[in-house]
């Protein structure tokens, strides 16, 4: 089992976790085991992020303006959406964003996103 109280979420976020965990079907180690095996390939994530995005009808917001297509959002969509959410709106230090996204290093948040904090 998975804990989730060392990750930065809501009480309901880690809740729900907490359920799914417990009615998961498999014993595994992985948030999402796989029926192949222990856990889903990195293809396997972005099928279902594909899929779960067209399903929804989700649109986007491209970094040039305007909206993409829903079969432009992948599991890397949702790093940047945390990135661009931390630093615009929770006004958050390019320090927390290396942190929550486990970069090596400050020049590497710096390049990817630092073009998101406000001058």
């Known amino acids: 089992m998975l804990d989730w109280d060392y990750l930065d979420l809501a009480d309901e976020t880690r809740r729900q976790l907490r359920r799914y965990q417990n009615r998961v079907w ?15 390939t990195d293809r396997s994530v972005r099928n279902v992020v594909t899929r779960v995005t067209e399903e929804a009808g989700i649109s986007p917001y491209r970094i040039e303006g305007g909206r993409g297509d829903s079969h432009e959002v992948s599991p890397h969509t949702f790093r940047h959406s945390i990135a661009f959410r931390m630093i615009r709106r929770e006004n958050k230090r390019l320090e927390d964003v290396m942190l929550r996204l ?4 400050l020049q590497t948040t710096d390049e990817v996103y630092g073009h998101f904090r406000r001058r």
């Open 102 to 105: 486990r970069h090596a290093n």
């Open 26 to 40: 498999k014993d595994s180690k992985a948030l999402f085991p796989s029926r192949q095996s222990d856990r889903m």
